[in-house]
């Protein structure tokens, strides 16, 4: 038995996909279809993602959360994927500045290798132009720029920790991100969220063959 646990925020939870509810549902609705084909149930996913949730509270909750789930004996892959809220500026700073959160993405790889989890880090998306150094329709301002340098830190982290990378803000950037996303600028819409799926479920058939 493979237990994927998939850590993130509202994009991950599945906000704004009205057809499947976001990638990682899409995910486990694959394997579970593959479960009832083959009654041998091989992977498990769970997502648990947050709305809102930065790497602040991740770190909070991800022991409690791996202990929950993770049995002896049985393989555990871990996949992060934060950010759109940690970038997010507060009185000219943002709100989990960057050494705070690559501190906090640390520590709970740290403890997911405790358990021989394998790690996979997804980095942030990008957002829409016309949201761009804007405060949105929830009071929320962010910036290009940031993005870029929480992506660098991430992909420096990934190999300091030995982790999976996956570029998903280059994947957005390279077909044209304005169709991916929805009309707040940050989410994902279901055309979004199915790339996100395909992209991701190619890096977790590495890590799980």
């Known amino acids: 038995m493979l237990k994927i646990l998939c850590f993130g925020d509202s994009i991950t939870l599945g906000e704004k996909d009205i057809e499947q509810g976001g990638w990682a549902d899409r995910l486990k609705k694959q394997y579970f279809a593959q479960f009832v084909d083959s009654q041998t149930q091989k992977i498990t996913l769970y997502n648990l993602g947050v709305a809102g949730e930065t790497t602040d509270g991740l770190a909070k909750r991800f022991d409690i959360e791996l202990r929950a789930r993770s049995i002896k ?104 991100k304005e169709d991916y996303l929805s009309s707040d600028g940050v989410h994902p819409n279901s055309k979004g969220h199915k790339l996100l799926y395909q992209k991701i479920k190619q890096s977790l058939s590495i890590l799980t063959s």
């Open 73 to 176: 004996g049985q393989r555990l892959i871990v996949v992060f994927a934060y950010g759109a809220n940690d970038i997010v500026m507060h009185k000219d700073k943002n709100i989990v500045p960057e050494a705070y959160y690559i501190r906090n993405l640390k520590r709970c790889i740290e403890s997911a290798k405790k358990f021989k989890a394998d790690i996979l880090l997804l980095n942030l998306l990008p957002i829409a132009d016309t949201i761009e150094g804007k405060v949105n329709q929830h009071g929320k301002l962010r910036f290009d720029q940031d993005i870029q340098v929480y992506n660098f830190a991430i992909k420096k982290l990934s190999h300091e920790m030995n982790c999976e990378y996956l570029d998903l803000y280059a994947c957005f950037v390279e077909n044209n």
